[in-house]
């Protein structure tokens, strides 16, 4: 048999191979969308194959982080969505005889190299756009299905007859209901381009499909389809903007009433999930009549549908159904250090953890508004060819960055030059993940700096990854990141230095 992704086949069943032969395995994680999939992916692939474990998340796996986990008792520790950019470390500890690692990842290896190491990169595959952290854990997860012979085969009887299992059962057996996950962390990890997953994360798209934990189709590429009121999925839709809907609140309004459609059911808006395909076509065709007749380019408009993956085993009308919904649910758990929430739902508790993860995102929506409100009502500082605001305490400073990018367009933010902000590095507060020893408070003498820019200006020669590399470095900081949008943490009282030389360098890239 071979597993979604014949290139990774070899090195995941030799992991695989090396956690059967464990008592118990300690699994750590990154806390964000991709790496709570990843997590969950691993957590129920070990579970299956009877191997012992615990899990514990990590927000960044630095000396510190890797060396409490060198001081459990645990012989064998199974990265997943970090360890490779690590290895470095992870190395060290081998060597001392600290832990045997199995890592699988999808970052940029450190210069060293580990027998246990499962990357798409290592095997000529993108792990930027072909397979997620979560992507990676799903292929050893298939591994450990076909190496595993603790569970009993299904197909057989107690009586050693043959008993007709049902499809979802057989995809349980071998692992492939896990690909549902593994399509959440991609699409949270942003590795759809064009609308929709290629390479090795379309080859777990179809073993999904072929298990019946996924179905996917063309429609409209707007956030919220399952559970977001009519009016509210329209003019919340900014990716593509179309005038007179996008952020016009009456506008969208407007636009619905002028269609034939039942808007409302029961007193309450219906969502796009509800509608019949008659509908959605309806509302489709007169969203790209508008968007002709106002003017957005032919490409833009291309770009209002996308292939849609959907979970057909979660309740329609909920974030679980929807992929890109389900990711942005596990991130706001992430995001407020409650990666044992964003797990409990992965792993399927729909009432506990589902009602937590709701409530911190609805929390995440209100910060995210208030931050919005209070940059828009401050504004901002423009230099020549950057602008920036400083948020000090008042806005967290691990939203600051998707609040700078909100807000550019809103009244005195100009989108023609790149936003920066900064805010204050808090010392992290309670926090009820499995392990808080990642916790260590970061210096209170640190500012977090968050830049983003638009497609256009990249398109104009704006990186601003490097940006903020060479800016932060020149005042003793560190950074990186992507194009439209990178980071830093700097000293406090650089600010101003640091403003300087962004200035300069997005002048030089943009000239
Ligand atoms: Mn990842």
Redesign the pocket.
């Known amino acids: 048999m071979t597993g979604p992704v014949p290139e990774l086949e070899d090195r995941a069943v030799t992991c695989a191979e090396r956690l059967c032969e464990a008592d118990r395995v300690l699994l750590t994680s ?1 806390i ?1 969308a ?2 709570l999939t990843s997590a969950a992916i691993a957590a129920q692939a070990l579970e299956r194959a009877s191997i012992p474990f615990e899990t514990v998340f990590k927000k960044q796996l630095d000396d510190q982080a890797i060396a409490d986990i060198a001081a459990t008792d645990y012989d064998t520790v199974l990265f997943t ?1 970090f360890g490779s950019g690590q290895l470095d470390i992870i190395g060290a500890h081998e060597d001392a005889g600290d832990f045997t690692p199995v890592i699988a990842d ?1 970052h940029q290896p450190a210069d060293r190299e580990t027998e246990y190491h499962l990357n798409p990169l290592l095997f000529g595959i993108n792990g930027a756009s072909e397979l ?2 979560a992507g990676a854990s799903y292929v050893l997860a298939r591994a450990l299905a076909e190496v595993s012979d603790n569970e009993p085969d299904p197909s057989v009887a107690a009586d050693g007859g043959t008993v007709t299992a049902s499809g979802t059962a057989n995809a349980r057996a071998d692992n492939r209901d896990l690909a549902a996950l593994a399509v959440v962390g991609a699409v949270g ?1 942003m590795q759809a381009s064009g609308g929709e997953l290629h390479g090795a994360n379309a080859k777990i798209v179809a073993e999904g499909v072929d298990a019946g934990v996924l179905e996917t189709g063309k429609d409209l590429a707007l956030y919220g389809k399952q559970t977001r009121p009519l009016p509210k999925l329209l003019e919340y839709a900014t990716d593509v903007h179309i005038p007179g809907i996008s952020n016009d609140e009456n506008g969208a309004l407007r636009f619905l009433d002028g269609l034939d459609l039942e808007l409302k059911r029961d007193g309450e808006w219906r969502r796009w999930s509800g509608l019949t395909n008659e509908e959605k076509q309806t509302v489709a065709s007169a969203l790209v009549r508008r968007a002709v007749s106002s003017g957005v380019p032919a490409k833009k408009i291309e770009g209002l549908v996308s292939t849609a993956y959907v979970l057909p085993e979660e309740p329609a009308g909920t974030e679980l159904r929807d992929a890109s919904e389900f990711s942005t649910l596990l991130n706001a758990t992430a995001r407020y250090e409650r990666a044992d929430v964003g797990l409990g739902v992965c792993l399927g508790d729909r009432d506990g953890a589902l009602e937590r993860a709701r409530k911190l995102l609805r929390n995440h929506r209100r910060n995210l508004s208030e931050g919005i409100d209070l940059v828009t009502r401050e504004g901002v500082t423009h230099e020549d060819n950057v602008q920036w605001f400083h948020a000090g305490d008042r806005i967290r400073e691990t939203i600051v960055g998707i609040v700078a990018g909100m807000a550019m367009g809103n009244e005195g933010i100009s989108r023609s030059k790149p936003i920066i902000a900064f805010a204050e590095k808090r010392a992290e507060r309670e926090s009820a993940t499995a392990n808080r020893s990642d916790d260590v408070p970061a210096a209170d003498e640190e500012i977090k700096v968050s830049a983003r820019g638009t497609h256009s200006l990249v398109r104009k020669g704006l990186d601003l990854s490097a940006v903020m590399g060479q800016a932060s470095r020149a005042v003793d900081g560190d950074g990186g990141g992507h194009d439209v949008a990178a980071g830093a943490t700097i000293p406090k009282g650089n600010e101003d230095e640091f403003i300087e030389r962004a200035d300069e360098i997005v002048g030089d890239q943009l000239s």
Do not use: P, T
Request: zero cysteines; glycine letters at 22%.
């Open positions: 990154h964000d991709d790496g969505d999808h997620s952290g990890d």
